[in-house]
């Protein structure tokens, strides 16, 4: 067995539901459409985007030895719901915060890899570092960007994290997958505020993720007629997929929604409180937004009043 498969049966010891290897090279396409999505202001008030857009191109700016990059997915797909009446929470942010869990896992698969594999220094990152994290995912083979913008796994679909690790040891590299998106725009069909202007293109300022989790503020007017009932991001686009129809339970423990979130009905939500937010959101995605922001959600969708 070759070093490169003998990492991706570690990743699974791991934890991880797929792991893909590409080397550290460049991504000029990329830095070239990052630079015009930026020009037509698609990223909001996330200035953030417009630095270090250098690293982000070349992986190799941000870890000079980087030789290879190791890209592993999470399945974080739940087949449990809401009730239907109720604010909703994308998904993604049902469990705890999964940048720890990621990196976490990474730590140990570095581990395995120094002791079983050969002796070789990593750095690990899931969304902490300027880096093309779906493109080089697509590039290690785990799938193909689809129209809606996200990671399409053919196995797993689009309900995933992706994390990764450079290290400065060459490997057997995997080939990218052609696009099997074809004729279907489901997801351009489902989005409700439009974010998604044509196939492979966001406005992440008009999205609801952006508006209800990265805007400071509360969601624009032009937008709120299609908030409907989101309080924290949004999965529209993500549940139409047809390749999601395969998507299976996670097994992930700290993924695992509670009954006291899950059970929770309008009248909870109603008396929603900060330490009901403490309690119910520790270590969530959640905290991102902050109780204020959820606050003042609440009080637009009209199920608490702020006064
Ligand atoms: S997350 Fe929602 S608002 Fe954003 S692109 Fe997808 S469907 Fe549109
Ligand atoms: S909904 Fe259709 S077009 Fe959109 S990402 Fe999925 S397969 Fe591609």
Known sequence: MNDSLKIKELAKACGFDACG???????P?????????????FNGDMAYMENHKEKRANPKLLIPEAKSIVVVLLNYYSKLQQQPD????????????????IKEKLKELLSLIQSEVKPCNGTA??????????????RAGLGWIGKSTMLINPNLGSYCFIGELLLDIELEYDQPIESKCNNCEACLNACPTKALLKPFSLNASKCLSYQT????????KD??????????????CIEV????????????????PTIDFLSMTKKDWENFSRSDFKRLFKNSPLQRAGYKKLRNRLNQMGFISNR
Request: aromatic share 12%.
């Open 29 to 41: 396409k990329d830095s070239h459409y990052l630079q015009q999505w930026l020009n037509n202001r």
């Open 241 to 256: 997929c047809p390749w999601n129809k395969k998507a299976i339970q996670n097994n992930t423990t700290q993924l695992q």
């Open 213 to 220: 989790i990265e805007l400071k503020s509360d969601i624009e």
């Open 21 to 27: 290897i590409t080397s550290a090279e460049c991504l």
């Open 86 to 101: 109720v604010p909703q929470i994308a998904k993604y942010a049902w469990g705890k915060d999964y940048h720890f869990i």
């Open 125 to 138: 990152f899931c969304d902490s570092a300027p880096l093309f994290e779906r493109r080089l995912a697509e």
């Open 223 to 236: 937008i709120l007629p299609y908030s409907g009932l989101k309080l924290f991001g949004c999965d529209n």
